[in-house]
């Protein structure tokens, strides 16, 4: 059993950063692989990015390539999600999960555990 909670979302204007964090209770957090989705008003909850157990491989939604960065330090059970140059289409609620799969990924199915949320707003 894994428990996650996010910390750092907020409100910030747009080119602002933020800083999301994760921190995930239990001892082998270090063998799961952990993303983070986000679900925008009306829409469905997407992936954002993910990142191996070992921090090997990292992958990431189109839309966020190049401006957000997924980084996890094993020793301290914790995530992070540095979102540079924020948009306001980056508006929504952010959610840590945690997978024990190494297959289909991008898909929310693929995750055994949830975060319960973190709003970020970026206002225009």
Avoid: H
Avoid at 48 to 76: E, H, L, Q
């Amino acid at each position: 059993q894994v428990q996650l909670v996010e910390s750092g979302g907020g409100l910030v204007q747009a080119g602002g950063s933020l800083r999301l964090s994760c921190a995930a209770s239990g001892r082998t957090f270090s063998r799961y692989v952990m993303g983070w989705f986000r679900q925008a008003p009306g829409k469905e909850r997407s992936l954002v990015a993910f990142i191996s157990p070992s921090r090997a491989y990292t992958d990431y939604a189109d839309s966020v390539k190049g401006r957000f960065t997924i980084s996890r330090d094993n020793a301290k059970n914790t995530v992070y999600l540095q979102m540079n140059s924020l948009k306001p289409e980056d508006t929504g609620v952010y959610y840590c999960a945690a997978s024990t799969s190494y297959g289909m990924l991008q898909l929310q199915s693929a995750y055994d555990y949830w975060g319960q949320g973190t709003q970020v707003t970026v206002s225009s």
